[in-house]
């Protein structure tokens, strides 16, 4: 009997690449490994049904073939439609791994490809998801409501992605109308990794809303202080260079916000010899980033002067159609947050595009000046370059591993809520980072232990500090 082919990527010819960049990921990758080698034995995720919304890169790649080594099966889709590495995917779906991703997919089939990872076959779903961005838990979370009031789906969509979303609910709830809340039962939690899924859980959470437990993966201090910032500091650059070739010394950048992420962007664009403005609402983040030497003004008077802007808000509307119309001619804008909202694309669309790439676009406005568009405001690091490196993301997914291990190892230990992973193990994961980079650590003695009133081997740092 033939199988049904249970994948869709670009091209299978391409798995072979695939692979050989994974296992030089390995060596960059030790926290991933040493999960492999402490737990490949034991197999801690058997019987684990794995949905996972996560940009499908080499290092996804890694992250997939982690939990699958313990035990896990897995089915999985990007959670962007820019962010594929296509011979990533073709790797992962040649070991007959279900993976439906392709780099410049369309909003619809993204949303279809949602769906499957979602459908386990005979009526089932599964028993844990790994998202980035919420996607997925908000298909399952939408479908369960729609499920007792559909007229939700029947509410004007307030832009064209929410359209097809809604669209692809209502197509998915015809087909089987109770699915929704049949394996919401079965769902054991979610692990979520990036700042804007953990604001729409904490949303849902006090809304009184969410259906299952939830890991904060984002806020272990070996995620956010690592990936955010270092991660975009070593990948803001490489997409805004590989998109457009432009000399970044001497340009005024602007970047907006002054997160974890726009503290790397700002570093990223100081490492080129860029001249940085801040704009920020946050008057800690705005004191920051003026002590740190940067100028911070508003966006309206920073629209005037810079070069380069970034959005890394994690907000909408914070470049705006008034904001670009005033823009110097041929300005570049991109976007490193995690939804293309931040930046007013769709009331951009009624101007000339000229395509000049795969994700480079020239918008002309009707005074005849220009802007460069990336990646049409979604994430450019993923969108335009490859997003962070494998070291730095094996400290997030090590992170992952971890919380998938806390959902499905431990049932019924997590009331419905949202939690981050214990300070003792954000430890580990750094620990397992060390020796990799020569890092030797000093070792407490007891008698300095106990003067500072802290357990030799850690935790080393109370709850409240925030490194
Ligand atoms: P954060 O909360 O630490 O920083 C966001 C900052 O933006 C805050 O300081 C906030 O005050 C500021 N802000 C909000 N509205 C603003 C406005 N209108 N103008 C100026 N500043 C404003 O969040 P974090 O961790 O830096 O993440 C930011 C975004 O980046 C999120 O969407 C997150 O999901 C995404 N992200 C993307 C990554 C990538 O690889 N592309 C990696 C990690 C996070």
């Known amino acids: 009997k033939k199988k049904v082919q249970d994948y869709v990527i670009a091209d299978i010819s391409l798995a072979g690449f695939g692979r050989k960049e994974m296992e030089l990921a390995e060596y960059e990758m030790p926290?991933?490994?040493?999960?492999?080698?402490?737990?490949?034995?034991?197999?801690?995720?058997?019987?684990?049904?794995?949905?996972?919304?996560?940009?499908?890169?080499?290092?996804?790649?890694?992250?997939?073939?982690?939990?699958?080594?313990?035990?896990?099966k897995v089915r999985w889709a990007s959670c962007n439609i820019f962010s594929t590495q296509d011979?990533?995917?073709?790797?992962?779906?040649?070991?007959?791994?279900?993976?439906f991703a392709v780099k410049g997919e369309t909003l619809e089939e993204y949303w279809e490809y949602t769906d499957r990872i979602l459908d386990w076959g005979n009526g089932k779903g599964p028993n844990v998801i790994l998202d980035d961005g919420g996607d997925a838990t908000m298909f399952v979370q939408l479908g369960v409501k729609a499920e007792k009031d559909p007229t939700i789906l029947d509410k004007k969509p307030?832009?064209?992605?929410?359209?097809?979303?809604?669209?692809?609910?209502?197509?998915?709830?015809?087909?089987?109308?109770?699915?929704?809340?049949?394996?919401?039962?079965?769902?054991?939690?979610?692990?979520e990794e990036t700042t804007?899924?953990?604001h729409r859980l904490y949303q849902l959470e006090a809304a009184g809303e969410l259906l299952f437990p939830a890991f904060n993966v984002n806020d272990s201090v070996t995620k956010s202080k690592f990936d955010n910032l270092y991660g975009c500091r070593h990948s803001l650059v490489d997409s805004i260079m590989r998109a457009t070739d432009v000399m970044l010394s001497g340009k005024v950048a602007v970047v907006a916000g002054y997160g974890d992420v726009g503290k790397g962007?700002?570093?990223?664009?100081v490492g080129?010899?860029?001249?940085?403005?801040v704009t920020e609402i946050d008057p800690i983040c705005a004191l920051q980033a003026a002590m740190e030497g940067y100028e911070v003004m508003n966006m309206d008077d920073a629209a005037l002067i810079g070069d380069i802007f970034v959005t890394t808000t994690g907000n909408c509307d914070v470049i705006t159609e008034r904001h670009m119309k005033k823009m110097k001619d041929m300005a570049i804008v991109c976007n490193i947050g995690h939804f293309d909202s931040e930046i007013q694309v769709e009331k951009m669309k009624k101007y000339k595009w000229t395509n000049i790439k795969p994700q480079v676009d020239k918008i002309t406005m009707p005074k005849g000046n220009s802007i460069i568009l990336l990646a049409e405001g979604r994430l450019v690091n993923l969108g335009c370059a490859t997003g962070h490196p494998s070291f730095v993301m094996s400290n997030s997914f090590t992170n992952q591993v971890l919380a998938q291990m806390e959902l499905y190892c431990n049932p019924g230990k997590y009331p419905v809520g949202v939690y981050t992973l214990p300070k003792f193990l954000d430890e580990e994961v750094a620990r397992l980072h060390l020796e990799k980079i020569g890092v030797k650590l000093d070792v407490l003695t007891a008698k300095q232990a106990k003067y500072l009133g802290i357990p030799k081997n850690g935790p080393f740092k109370p709850e409240h500090y925030r490194y």
Request: proline share 3%.
């Open 31 to 72: 926290g991933l490994m040493a999960l492999r080698e402490k737990y490949g034995q034991e197999k801690p995720l058997k019987g684990a049904r794995i949905t996972g919304s996560l940009h499908m890169t080499i290092q996804t790649a890694m992250l997939i073939e982690t939990l699958q080594e313990l035990g896990a």
């Open 87 to 99: 011979h990533a995917a073709a790797a992962i779906a040649k070991t007959g791994t279900p993976v």
């Open 158 to 191: 307030g832009s064209e992605e929410e359209a097809v979303f809604l669209a692809q609910l209502k197509k998915a709830l015809k087909k089987d109308p109770t699915r929704f809340s049949r394996i919401a039962k079965d769902i054991l939690g979610v692990s």
């Open 196 to 198: 804007t899924g953990v």
């Open 265 to 269: 962007c700002a570093q990223s664009l």
């Open 272 to 277: 080129q010899g860029a001249r940085v403005i």
